[in-house]
T-cell receptor
Framework: GIQVEQSPPDLILQEGANSTLRCNFS?????LQWFHQNPWGQLINLFY???GTKQNGRLSATTVATERYSLLYISSSQTTDSGVYFC?????????????FGKGTKLSVKP | DGGITQSPKYLFRKEGQNVTLSCEQN?????MYWYRQDPGQGLRLIYY???????QKGDIAEGYSVSREKKESFPLTVTSAQKNPTAFYLC???????????FGQGTRLTVV
């Protein structure tokens, strides 16, 4: 089945710094989503981005479907950005709605 | 507010007992899903349902059962056959195929 790899696994930043998180996937996908899991476990939708570029405030994401990767950019990081960031894909031709998750990037933003 | 409500937030189960986790959505979404998350891991699909009275097994369905009698409700039963049920369980819904999925706040199940 499709493999989803996220890097780096852990990231420590000083408040105000910028960062780039990467998601590589091994096959074609219908759908790609980025989530932020907060310390209470809730998954917050960041982007639904099967291709192209989107921006939402300090966050932006780019998916290059033909090269099978997606990037999440966080600018001017804040302590509230801490948590785990997941990339999830719906494989082309796979089970309906079966989002395959990467193992996540754990981000810690220090004041 | 529109969203997905999971209950309870925390659940303790004795070995050999069945327990049922609730998931309700008022987004009018057709599809609903159950995922399991183990510490330090991503999510894995247990069951999903595209329409009422129909559901399909996901990657790790053994030891679990579901029902979909109403569009807005998709309860998950963790049976005594599930060998390692301690985990964080997340319910999700989407409008349909290849649509953006939204998640509830999760239920943390612990076997005591």
């Amino acid at each position: 089945g499709i493999q989803v790899e996220q890097s780096p696994p852990d990231l420590i930043l000083q408040e105000g710094a910028n960062s780039t998180l990467r998601c590589n996937f091994s096959d074609s996908v219908n759908n790609l989503q980025w989530f932020h899991q907060n310390p209470w476990g809730q998954l917050i939708n960041l982007f639904y981005i099967p291709s192209g570029t989107k921006q939402n405030g300090r966050l932006s994401a780019t998916t290059v479907a033909t090269e099978r990767y997606s990037l999440l950019y966080i600018s001017s990081s804040q302590t509230t950005d801490s948590g785990v960031y997941f990339c999830a894909v719906d494989p082309y031709g796979g089970s309906q709605g079966n989002l395959i998750f990467g193992k996540g990037t754990k981000l810690s933003v220090k004041p | 507010d529109g969203g997905i409500t999971q209950s309870p937030k925390y659940l303790f189960r004795k070995e050999g007992q069945n327990v049922t986790l609730s998931c309700e959505q008022n987004l009018n979404h057709d599809a609903m899903y159950w995922y399991r998350q183990d510490p330090g891991q991503g999510l894995r699909l247990i069951y999903y349902s595209q329409i009422v009275n129909d559901f399909q097994k996901g990657d790790i369905a053994e030891g679990y059962s579901v029902s979909r009698e109403k569009k807005e409700s998709f309860p998950l039963t963790v049976t005594s056959a599930q060998k390692n049920p301690t985990a964080f369980y997340l319910c999700a819904s989407s409008q349909g195929l290849i649509a953006e999925a939204f998640f509830g706040q999760g239920t943390r199940l612990t076997v005591v």
